[in-house]
Structures are given as structure tokens and as C-alpha cells.
């Protein structure tokens, strides 16, 4: 499935209400490491139907990056049930960001 | 086999692998993260020939590009030692080991630590190593940078433009940077020194709330802050490969211009390397050096 954007107003159904484990990809178009980390987000998106993939920008979004206290990006926050299970900052390889969803 | 094997696809790394390739050499590029390395962060890059403007991701990746073009193979997985076998060389990584005739160490460096307790816990919770990339989320707060060289400097001079009020603390009277950064510092009333002053404790709820500086007389204050950027230098990536090669006291590989370590088909290139000016473009001369010097070295064998 392709990578959903989200933004404050369907943050709440997409991630909150979302049935599936959410993986949300706070980023920018100017931060480096964000763009490395793309296509490792985009082949999860694709590889892991159990998973649902949603990108924020954080400066169309300061709201939500300021309610979901993301500092520093790239930041990956995985929620289940509506609520943050981990969270990883800076660039890590496919297999640690893997390993944040569990099994 | 291999016929080079270049540890780290930075700058230097992929440089040297460009050169390999149209000297026919077979070249395995090995990268721990991602290719790149540190210039990834640089959200525009000003000093680089030819380029006035380019960002450097897009720099990244177009070496990148170039190097796999021209038929450099990368892998992605760190190396943690070489073994010595004669005029075989065997790089051993986390997830295999790669046979090759000659090493070409372009490991770069990573940001050193304040080493307070608490720092990497709080590492996105308030404390960052870049402020050109969380600068932004510290709009019309309270921060701190540590740190007496040009990128401190420079990092204070950045967010003073975005942060209410910026702290800038060092452990000495006078700065390591340019001058010119510093008056322009001086100029900014929003900029306040914190001088012949160390970070001694992080205080934390959440997040980063306050830190406590002692000056060198063991006086202590505590200043709010919502962020503390850290800009304390860098640490060559050595450390596996101080059995290989000889290491300064700061842990560079002692080099030349030319690029030989003290080991016979071992090569170093870029920042990880002894030198006075680390900058891309050097780090660049090094990868051309490095991939040239061990073409000729293979040639001899």
C-alpha cells in the first residue's frame, strides 16, 4: 500500500482510529536524512500489509509535531491503538526500523 | 576477490571508488548507515567548486549514482577489522568478510559526546548534535549550544535568527572558530556567552527542562532551556582498525598527502584521516588520492 500523508485533519481517523499497527513518518523536504530514509519507509508501505505507513510533514504539521513532541527528524512513531508503542530519531537501516514494528 | 574494498560510501569513499572503477579495478564499497555520510546533513552546501548551491542529499546521491554506474558494488554492513594475510587482505563485517588485495579506509567521523548522564535518553527529547536540522522545532524558545569551534559558532549564530534566546557555553575564555563568527555573535542581543563554563547535569521531565553549567572557579547555575545543542567535535571512526594502522593521539590514521597508513596496502581517505582541513572537497582530493595510490600498489604486486 502506498505511504498515506497525513495532516491534522485526518491525523485522528487515519492513526488514532486506525485498526492496523500505524507507522508515521515525521519529515521534512529540507532534512537530509529524512530523504534517505524515503524509500526504506516506502518499501515497508509496500512489503507489510498488517501495517499501515503515514507521512507528516512537520512544517505544514507543527501542530502535531509539537503535540507528539517530535524534536529532532527524521522521527518514526509507531502507534497501536491509538496510542505511541516506540518511537526511533535519526536515519537507521531497514532492519532496525523493521524491528520497531515487532512480529 | 575483490581488488579494493573501501570502508564507508561518504564523499571520500565513493570518490576513491569512482577513480578504482575507471582504472578498471573490481570495487566493493562497504557502508555501515547510509551512503553519504555526514554531508547528508547539510541542508545547502556553498563551498564546493563549480556547485554553487546543492544540497547534500543531492550531493550524496549523485556520487552515489556515479559510483554504481560505473560498476563500484555497495553493501550495506559495517566492517570491524581487517585481517592481514600477506598481500591478501580479508575485511571482516557484522554480517560476512570480503576478500580484496587492498583497503581503502574512509570511515569518517561521528559527533563526540558531552558525556553528561542522561544525554542519550534525552537525544531528540532536547538534545541534538545538528542544528540546522531540529533548529526549527526550538521557534521562539529558550537553547543552549556547547561547544568553542566554528560549528558552534556558527550553530549559535543559526538559531539566534530562530530561538528567543540562545546560550552559547564553553569551557574556555576565548573561541577555537573564526572571529569574524564571534563578533557577529557579540552583535546579537539575544546571545548571551556562558564562558570558562561546562554542562555538568541535564534536568528532565519529559524532556529537556534545564541544564546545570560550573564555571572553572566550581561555581554552578542552572539555566532553562528547551534545547542544548551539542558541537563538542567529532571522533574519527577508527576504532576498529587501531591494531592495523597507526593512530594519533586523537585517533586519526597518520597519513600524508598521500594517503599510506603505516600498513602495506592499506589506504585512508577523508576525515578519518590526520589532516589540518576537513572539509568536502578534501575529503574528495583523499578518495582520488587514496583509489590512485592503491591501483598503483595492486599494479606492483
Not at chain 2, 569551557?171 to 554542562?199: A, D, I, M, Q
Not at chain 2, 577523508?270 to 589532516?275: A, C, F, P, Q, T
Request: hydrophobic content about 40%; glycine content about 8%.
Amino acid at each position: 500500500m502506498a505511504v498515506t500523508e497525513v495532516t491534522k485533519e485526518n491525523f485522528e481517523s487515519e492513526v488514532i482510529g486506525s485498526d492496523k499497527l500505524v507507522l508515521a513518518d515525521f519529515n521534512a523536504t529540507w532534512c537530509g536524512p529524512c530523504r534517505m530514509l524515503k524509500p526504506i519507509i516506502d518499501e515497508i508501505s509496500e512489503e507489510r500489509d498488517d501495517v499501515k505507513v503515514v507521512s507528516i510533514d512537520i512544517d505544514d504539521e507543527d501542530e502535531l509535531a509539537e503535540k507528539y513532541e517530535v524534536y529532532s527528524i527524521p522521527c518514526v512513531v509507531v502507534f497501536k491503538n491509538g496510542q505511541e508503542v516506540c518511537r526511533s530519531i535519526g536515519f537507521k537501516p531497514k532492519s532496525e526500523i523493521e524491528k520497531l514494528l515487532g512480529e | 576477490m575483490y581488488d579494493i574494498v573501501i570502508v564507508g560510501a561518504g564523499p571520500a569513499g565513493l570518490t576513491a571508488a569512482i577513480y578504482a572503477r575507471r582504472a578498471s579495478k573490481s570495487v566493493l564499497v562497504l557502508e555501515a548507515k547510509s551512503y553519504g555520510g555526514q554531508i547528508v546533513n547539510t541542508p545547502d552546501i556553498e563551498n564546493y567548486p563549480v556547485a554553487a548551491h546543492i544540497s547534500g542529499y543531492d550531493f550524496a546521491t549523485k556520487i552515489y549514482e556515479q559510483a554504481t554506474f560505473l560498476g563500484a558494488k555497495v553493501v550495506f554492513d559495517k566492517a570491524v577489522d581487517i585481517k592481514m594475510n600477506g598481500d591478501e587482505k580479508e575485511v571482516v563485517t557484522v554480517g560476512g568478510s570480503y576478500v580484496c588485495k587492498a583497503v581503502i579506509l574512509a570511515t569518517g567521523s561521528e559527533n563526540r559526546k558531552l558525556g553528561v548522564d542522561g544525554e542519550d535518553e534525552l537525544v531528540g527529547r532536547g538534545i541534538s548534535y545538528c542544528a540546522t536540522c531540529d533548529g526549527a522545532f526550538y521557534r521562539k524558545k529558550t537553547v543552549a549550544v556547547v561547544g568553542g569551534g566554528n560549528t558552534a559558532l556558527e550553530d549559535a549564530l543559526y538559531l539566534s535568527d530562530i530561538a528567543e534566546k540562545v546560550y552559547l557555553i564553553h569551557r574556555r575564555s576565548s573561541f577555537r572558530g573564526e572571529e569574524s563568527t564571534v563578533n557577529r555573535l557579540k552583535e546579537r542581543e539575544n546571545v548571551e556567552f556562558v564562558l570558562n563554563s561546562s554542562v555538568t547535569k541535564l534536568s528532565a521531565g519529559k524532556r529537556l527542562e534545564s541544564i546545570e553549567v560550573t564555571d572553572t572557579a566550581g561555581n554552578t547555575k542552572t539555566l532553562d532551556v528547551n534545547g542544548l545543542f551539542v558541537a563538542v567535535g567529532r571522533i574519527p571512526e577508527n576504532q576498529n582498525f587501531g591494531k592495523i594502522v597507526n593512530l594519533d593521539e586523537a585517533g586519526y590514521i597518520i597519513a600524508g598527502e598521500d594517503c599510506l597508513t603505516s600498513a602495506k596496502g592499506v589506504f585512508v581517505a577523508g576525515d578519518n584521516r590526520s589532516k589540518s582541513v576537513r572539509q568536502l572537497v578534501t575529503a574528495t582530493a583523499d578518495g582520488a588520492v587514496a583509489a590512485t595510490e592503491a591501483v598503483k600498489y595492486i599494479n606492483s604486486l
